[in-house]
């Protein structure tokens, strides 16, 4: 007897899309196969449907404790789940204090054992401060280091010199963990900034030409070297240049343990989006030009971008409505439109449905050793998303469920639309509404596998 039974849907597997049922049981899923003849508690019926493994976004900033009045856990898992996530893993900043040691980490824990609506992972911060915390972060279930090369936007999140990530890399590399990297010269981005500020730049142009490709081509050449040197495993964050991701495809086809992200505003706006929309696309790195958008979908299509994260770290609107363009804080908006603006672009784009499945849930989940996430699989969390694929839809503010009601991609007609989620077998989003109070738990890193990230 099943508790579950998922009629009828669009199954969307490792190597294709076949209609299927899917039977539960504790929060598990045991079968998937067509017309399952064992009896259930419930049935949901899913014809017409898509059902995907749900996304598992390892690049958030809810910034809880501390900055709750920017997101929060509630309002930034809910967004989550709202469009389609099962589980994500909160990054060390914004939070307030950032986590760097276990107390700062056991707070956060606490804090989203009482709030999440998905289940969540943490990371823990490399700075130059804390390298002799790294162990007790590993201990408490970080999973893994996140650092910047340039500054992070926050005084209290400092940048790691080549001395702090050398040996932070071989930290991680001992206690089995991946360093995440911001990877932008700290020296070229902030010696432009200084020249174009005293040349009185103010402007998203200005901007934009303080952080230019070069800036992340280089921070990557050099973190490539660093992990190959120390042989740890390394994941570039937010790479937004075809050639930062050739070089990392390029090491890692000479061993290093380099996994990349890139996220969808790099794939669906250029720099001048940013010039026309402003705060609302302020992020670093910038964005590009087409040809760099056209080299990131080329890079996704051959599989030497590995998984798609939201970097969502939005502010509170102050923040985001300065004149001097500087001086906007830096993030965007965007976790709860990640599924719906691959399943559009990525479409258009000859991306198969398995292919984005893979970037958004199953190597994050296997990169980052989040055991039973990410699959439709037998032994696999019934973490689930049904979708009406192609329900063409109009985002506007009041989709949103974030605690600011802004996002680059309002006004955007998306095609593929989120009508239910499920964590572990129970309906945490339906049609705009949150059935359950929040029951999302910690995941601890298993072990890691040596083929996380094969395309
Ligand atoms: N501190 C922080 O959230 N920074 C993020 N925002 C952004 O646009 N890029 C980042 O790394
Ligand atoms: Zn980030």
Redesign the pocket.
């Known amino acids: 007897m099943y508790d579950l039974l998922i009629r009828g849907g669009h199954v969307v597997g490792e190597d294709g899309v076949t209609v299927a049922d899917l039977g539960v049981v504790e929060g598990r899923i045991v079968d998937v196969a067509p017309e399952l003849a064992e009896e259930a508690r419930e049935e949901l019926d899913a014809r017409g449907l898509h059902v995907f493994p749900g996304v598992v976004d390892v690049h958030v900033?809810f910034n809880e404790p501390g900055r709750t009045d920017w997101e929060g856990i509630a309002t930034g898992s809910r967004a989550l789940v709202g469009g389609g996530g099962t589980a994500f893993a909160d990054m060390p900043?914004?939070s307030s204090p950032p986590v760097l040691d276990r107390a700062t980490f056991g707070a956060k824990r606490q804090a989203a054992q009482r709030e999440s609506y998905a289940d969540f992972a943490l990371w823990g911060g490399l700075t130059p401060r804390n390298l002799d915390r790294l162990p007790e972060l590993a201990e408490a279930g970080a999973v893994g280091f996140k650092a910047f090369m340039s500054h992070?936007?926050?005084e209290e999140f400092e940048a790691s010199d080549d001395y702090t990530l050398y040996e932070g890399m071989r930290w991680a590399r001992d206690l089995g963990r991946i360093v995440a990297l911001?990877a932008e010269s700290d020296s070229i981005t902030a010696g432009l900034s200084a020249r174009l500020r005293a040349e009185g730049g103010r402007g998203v142009r200005d901007y934009l030409r303080s952080r230019p490709a070069i800036a992340e081509v280089e921070a990557v050449g050099r973190a490539l070297l660093l992990a190959e040197e120390t042989g740890a495993r390394l994941h570039l964050v937010?790479l937004s240049t075809g050639r930062a991701v050739t070089l990392a495809a390029e090491a890692r086809a000479r061993g290093v343990d380099v996994s990349v992200e890139t996220c969808p505003h790099y794939l669906c706006f250029t720099g001048e989006d940013m010039e026309r929309l402003g705060a609302v696309l302020k992020?670093?790195p910038p964005l590009r030009d087409r040809a760099e958008v056209d080299a990131l979908w080329d890079a996704i299509r051959a599989g030497t971008i590995h998984t798609v994260g939201s970097?969502h770290?939005p502010s509170t609107l102050d923040l985001k409505e300065r004149d001097d363009f500087f001086e906007v804080w830096?993030?965007?908006g965007g976790v709860q439109s990640t599924l719906a603006a691959l399943l559009t672009e990525g479409r258009a784009r000859g991306v198969t449905l398995p292919h984005i499945t893979r970037l958004l849930a199953r190597t994050p989940a296997e990169r980052f050793g989040l055991a039973g996430k990410g699959a439709l699989e037998p032994g696999f969390d019934a973490d689930l998303v049904l979708v009406d694929l192609d329900a063409e839809w109009v985002h506007t503010q009041g989709d949103l469920h974030t605690r600011w009601k802004y996002s680059p991609y309002l006004g955007r007609t998306f095609r593929g639309r989120v009508r239910r989620t499920l964590l572990r077998g129970q309906t945490v989003y339906l049609d705009g509404t949150f059935p359950h109070p929040p029951q999302g738990r910690f995941l601890r890193p298993a072990a890691p596998t040596s083929q996380e990230v094969t395309p």
Do not use: K, V
């Open positions: 900033h900043l914004n992070s936007g926050l911001h937010h992020c670093a970097d770290s830096g993030g965007i």
